[in-house]
């Protein structure tokens, strides 16, 4: 039988760590521009994408990496960096380019980058995923709570992307404008922080911490 206290602690952490509300003006910033339809496309496969990396890491995760001879602390490195170009972006000119009423570029598409990963699927989604996988036993009972668990964070993620666009509609164009800049300030400051986190990690600043 499932502990309940493991259920009600899984979600919540998961919730957390992904941060479903916090998603939505990244989501408005990151789909600026786009259509109804294709906000809701980018969205829908955003969170597909981010579902499977979150069930794969659960199963795999930790025997992956080490396979590949990844750390955890690289890998936050690295989701740090490619957070700090998008941060760039949305401080410069893509996003000032939408913003001044031009057409997106076709060939971008932000569901899989940085939506997916490593804004929904982020380094501490993942590791939480192994965490989680390995408190809940050698049995699979438990491993399928957790599943489930995430998928059921992932629907709160993409019902909240839907409702973007009167969102958006209700910041109006100089309120989107302020607000892009500002999140690409904060996500400038989280991909640092990523990245200061993950060189912690590896145990090089340990004797300064």
Same mark, same amino acid.
């Given at each position: ?9 899984? *979600?919540?952490?998961?919730?957390? +760590? ?31 994408? =981010? ?17 590949? $001879?990844?750390?955890?602390? =690289? ?28 057409? %997106? ?7 899989? *980058? ?6 929904? =699927?982020?380094?501490?989604?993942? %590791? ?8 809940? $036993? ?24 839907? +409702? ?19 999140? $690409?300030?904060?996500? %400038? ?8 986190? $993950? ?6 600043? =340990?004797?300064?911490?």
């Amino acid at each position: 039988m499932i502990d309940q206290g493991f259920v009600i602690t899984t *979600f919540v952490t998961l919730f957390v +760590v992904i941060d479903p509300l916090g998603l939505i003006p990244l989501f408005i910033a990151l789909t600026q521009g786009m259509s109804p339809a294709q906000r809701k496309s980018v969205g829908r496969r955003a969170c597909l994408i =981010a579902a499977v990396l979150l069930l794969i890491f659960g199963l795999l995760g930790e025997s992956l990496l080490n396979f590949v $001879g990844i750390s955890m602390p =690289a890998f936050r490195i690295a989701g740090g960096i490619l957070l700090f170009l998008t941060a760039l972006d949305m401080l410069f000119e893509r996003r000032t380019q939408r913003r001044e009423g031009q057409h %997106a570029d076709p060939a971008h598409d932000p569901s899989v *980058f940085p939506l997916a990963m490593p804004l929904i =699927a982020g380094p501490g989604a993942l %590791a939480s995923m192994i965490l989680l996988v390995g408190q809940a $036993g050698t049995g699979w009972t438990g491993k399928l709570v957790v599943f489930a668990e995430a998928l059921l964070v992932i629907g709160i993620v993409l019902a909240l992307f839907r +409702v973007a666009g009167p969102i958006e509609c209700a910041l109006g164009r100089t309120g989107t404008m302020v607000i892009t800049r500002l999140l $690409g300030m904060l996500l %400038a400051a989280l991909s640092v922080q990523f990245v200061i986190d $993950g060189v912690v990690g590896t145990g090089l600043l =340990a004797s300064t911490g």
